[in-house]
């Protein structure tokens, strides 16, 4: 049960990361997608699902506090912009 809900975890947190680390890899831009992608791949090589898991896991739970962080700083600076004369 435990290996399936990591394996089940991995595919659906760790997909998104391998696919944009290939698209990176074809477009010539490294990002950290291409770093994470590579420890995911090796830890399910390894047979180290839950560390796979967690890898993936962390990285999308990073990119979800970037883009809250990302939105209130702009909704910020846009009312700053709205109240300068």
Known sequence: MGIGLA???VALNGFPIIWSAVGGLIKQRLN???LV???IIA???EGEFLTAA???FVMVLGSLIEAATT????NA???LIKISP
């Not at 939105?71 to 702009?74: G, K, L, P, T, V």
């Open 37 to 39: 992608a590579l420890a």
């Open 32 to 34: 950290v997608d291409e």
């Open 43 to 45: 830890n399910l090589l």
């Open 71 to 74: 939105d209130n700083a702009r």
């Open 77 to 79: 600076i846009k009312s």
């Open 54 to 56: 967690v890898a993936s």
């Open 7 to 9: 394996l089940a975890s």
